[in-house]
C-alpha cells in the first residue's frame, strides 16, 4: 500500500512512468473482472483502457481512507455500469478460454476442472447484473465485504443480501439442471 501512495504522489508530481507502474499492478485483474461482466475480449479491452484514463484523471481525488485497489475498482467498475447505460449493452457470450494447465499427467483432472469452470461461467452469466458484479468481485477478485461495499456504493447488509440470493440462484440452478457442486451447497 505504501508503495502504491508514493506511485500516486509521484503520478501527481508529473512522473508518468509511476502510473505504469499502478497500470502493471491492475491491469490483469481489471481486465479479468470486466471481461466475466462483457462476456467480449474486444470490450473488455477498450473498457479496461478507458477505466484506466478515467482513473489517470481522478487520481488526485483518491484520499487515502481506504484501500487503492477499492478505489480502483469502483472507478473501473464505475465507468462500465456508465458505458452499459450509455449504449444499453447487451452481453454476449463468449468461451473464455482456461489458462493452460500445466500437469500434462493428468488429463481427467484438467478436463474436470475447465468443465466446472466454464459451468460455473455459465452460472454467473445468468444472474442479474447487480448480483454477478458482485459474485465477481468477491470470489474472483477475493475483494472483503466491506470493500465491495464501497465499490458498488450499497450498504453491507445489500451485499450480503445480493450475495446470499446470488448463490441461492445459482445453487437451483444448478439442482433444477441435475448438476451439484459443493462450493455452492453451502449457503
Known amino acids: ?26 491491469k490483469n485483474q481489471l481486465y479479468a473482472t470486466i471481461l466475466r461482466m462483457t462476456k467480449n475480449p474486444q470490450d473488455a479491452q477498450d473498457l479496461v483502457q478507458e477505466a484506466f484514463i478515467k482513473v489517470y484523471h481522478q487520481l488526485d481525488k483518491y484520499d487515502g481512507k481506504g484501500s487503492f485497489s477499492s478505489w480502483i475498482y469502483r472507478v473501473a467498475i464505475n465507468h462500465c455500469m456508465d458505458e452499459f447505460r450509455k449504449k444499453r449493452y447487451k452481453m454476449m457470450q463468449v468461451e473464455i478460454h482456461e489458462e493452460k494447465v500445466v500437469n500434462p499427467n493428468n488429463p481427467e483432472v484438467i478436463f474436470l476442472k475447465n468443465e466446472k469452470n466454464r459451468q460455473i461461467e455459465r452460472l454467473i452469466a445468468t444472474l442479474p447484473e447487480d448480483e454477478r458484479i458482485i459474485i465477481l468481485l468477491r470470489y474472483v477478485n477475493e475483494l472483503s465485504y466491506i470493500e465491495i461495499s464501497e465499490l458498488v456504493d ?9 450475495l446470499h440470493r446470488a448463490k441461492k440462484k445459482m445453487r437451483d440452478t444448478v439442482k433444477c ?11
Not at 500500500?1 to 491492475?26: P, T
Not at 439442471?177 to 449457503?187: Q, V
Open 1 to 26: 500500500m505504501e508503495e502504491e501512495i508514493q506511485w500516486i504522489q509521484q503520478v501527481l508530481s508529473g512522473n508518468k512512468d509511476a502510473y505504469a507502474r499502478i497500470i502493471n499492478k491492475y
Open 177 to 187: 439442471g441435475g448438476g451439484y457442486f459443493h462450493e455452492l451447497s453451502n449457503g
Open 154 to 162: 450499497l450498504p453491507l447488509s445489500n451485499v450480503r443480501n445480493k
